[in-house]
């Protein structure tokens, strides 16, 4: 009976997912995509200083250690052969910054992240003066206050405006992406000044770190990064894909730090893990996929045609829109950023990259501020009682409001409350914030696109939700596709590393990819209905702003 099992299995493909607050591995059967086994372990974030965020880059390694080790002795419970894995694919947080001594392995300052979403209190972030507004994809990781005076120094290096940045590296000039957070770190680590100056410091986001220790460390470790995640550095041009030696100056970082950019689907190295670990059983398989985890996302959807788009709900969302070989530059406020490059030979695609705010946040805020629900699967529940907000609006603008309004003065409303309303209708109300949201950044992508979407795919925690899902069908008025494999993110990235040259055990032909099966939303109110609601919609917003001034916004103070 096991050796029928092997005999169907194809070829099998891991995906280290190392995100904010766990490291997953993951490996799927590269014939048919379905996910075969994982193992996940949560990981901790430090918060040494108000607006500081920090992990330590030897508990993240250690983590994808022991996550690999329990996969490969989960596939042996299941009798799986797991000499049946031909390649590792790599999905990372981005631009979370790290540091290291190439001679010893040894990090040589914390990896510098950034600060997760806001409470109510939190501080709004600040624009320096002289600059554009912050881009859409910053707007759910806010102010990192240790790095927000290396902002404003650099801003006054620029003449006019920040175009000087933008227009390299489809970025606004913030404490968001990891240039600022490396010249912070050179210029307050002692530790990584000497380094530098002798020569032994190596430069990574995640992926770099991790490649690098995986495939051999001090012992030849292959120092390299994607095209994805190098374009979320504020130091990559995104038009020759490579380093630019004009921003680098700018920054005042040496480029001898740098890692190689690579494509996302290549052979970068083997791994050579430790003998002192069990996991020494994966030795050898090659490392030929990395992906920044939001373009990881959109491989996983299968986003590969221009004008194609997904949405990721989780703590906030985030919005890409494959806008093909062209870069796209966003007069609404989004992001210009690489999507993908499929192969060494293969052309590069870039997207437009938006993001909400408070989605899931909203959901906790309910549950741990109010407490009318008590975990946040009960908001589902609650919502499905009453069908309707019955009038009602939420805007979730706890620390001001972002895409594509920029409005730092206004605050959270609920609006249009009568005696009948009760939490059944605030909780739908809520829902329907975050589908409201998602239409605002959808419509600025489709300004800017100017291709109207024909549906959107979707996935993330929240995409459970299937009130909050029929919701989105009906505010956009488009269908909404959900793929039945949540795992999207670790898909993507096993996706490229089997499909990569000298592996090839998985094939990114449209038509060799129908095994993953979809749930389809399709709205089910008409289009003047949608449109009243999201008129609305606008005129509560309208309602949220002015509450504070400028100084108070900017301070956090209400």
Known sequence: MAAAKKAVLGPLV????????????????????????????????????????????????????????????????????????KAIGVSNQRETTVVWDKLTGEPLYNAVAAPVSPGPSDPVAVVPSGSSVPAAGTSSVWLDLRTQSTVETLSKRIPGNNNFVKSKTGLPLSTYFSAVKLRWLLDNVGQVQKAVEEDRALFGTIDAWLIWSLTGGPNGGVHCTDVTNASRTMLFNIHSLEWDNELCKFFEIPMKILPNVRSSSEIYGLMKISHSLKAGALEGVPISGCLGDQSAALVGQMCFQDGQAKNTYGTGCFLLCNTGRKCVFSEHGLLTTVAYKLGRDKPVYYALEGSVAIAGAVIRWLRDNLGIIKSSEEIEKLAKEVGTSYGCYFVPAFSGLYAPYWEPSARGIICGLTQFTNKCHIAFAALEAVCFQTREILDAMNRDCGIPLSHLQVDGGMTSNKILMQLQADILYIPVVKPSMPETTALGAAMAAGAAEGVGVWSLEPDDLSAVTMERFEPQINAEESGIRYSTWKKAVMKSMGWVTTQSAESGVP
């Open 14 to 85: 891991g995906a280290v997912d190392q995100g904010t607050s766990s490291t997953r591995f993951l490996v799927f059967n590269s014939k048919t995509a379905e996910l075969l086994s994982h193992h996940q372990v949560e990981i901790k974030q430090e918060f040494p200083k108000e607006g500081w965020v920090e992990q330590d880059p030897k508990e993240i390694l250690q983590s994808v250690y022991e996550c690999i080790e329990k996969t490969c002795e989960k596939l042996g419970e299941l009798n799986i052969d797991i000499s049946n894995i």
